[in-house]
């Protein structure tokens, strides 16, 4: 039984670790996520700003609507990566959930062993107990034949 519990608790510990790698990495990938949204906005930022700077100096129709174009791809473009946020969520969310399972379920055999332990000294005090006393039962005897 204790090769038993050992082999889960080995088991469930890595399964946990597992658990903590694969959020960790589902974290990172969301933060990498952020990242990209904020470079395409300030890319967008820097676009508008320069295509503001064009055209106080000037603009040919050919050149607006290139600009414009490249614009609408911009945007386009942020509008997929906004509807991705919820897929890199979704991702952390389980993780989560899945590392809190492992992480119970290691503390559950744990917890298990804990008991076992106590329970297998309680046995071993008890019959420490019962030795003591008849050993001390069987001193009195003989002291009590010796006189």
């Not at 890595?14 to 470079?39: G, I």
């Not at 503001?52 to 490249?70: D, I, P, Q, W």
């Not at 309680?122 to 002291?143: G, V, W």
């Amino acid at each position: 039984m204790d090769n038993a519990l050992d082999f889960l608790l080995d088991q469930a510990k890595d399964n946990e670790q597992q658990a903590v790698l694969a959020l960790n990495k589902a974290r990172s990938e969301l933060e990498d996520y952020y990242n990209q949204v904020r470079q395409i906005e300030q890319y967008r930022l820097d676009y508008c700003n320069q295509l503001v700077r064009r055209g106080k100096e000037g603009l040919t129709a050919s050149e607006y609507g290139h600009l414009n174009r490249f614009l609408t791809q911009l945007d386009e473009t942020l509008t997929k990566q906004k509807t991705a946020e919820s897929h890199f969520t979704q991702q952390v969310e389980d993780c989560q959930e899945f590392w809190h399972n492992t992480r119970k379920q290691r503390r559950s055999y744990e917890w298990m062993m804990d008991k076992k332990a106590k329970e297998k000294a309680r046995i071993a005090d008890k019959k420490e107990q019962q030795q003591m006393d008849e050993f001390s039962n069987l001193l009195f005897a003989r002291r009590k034949t010796q006189r």
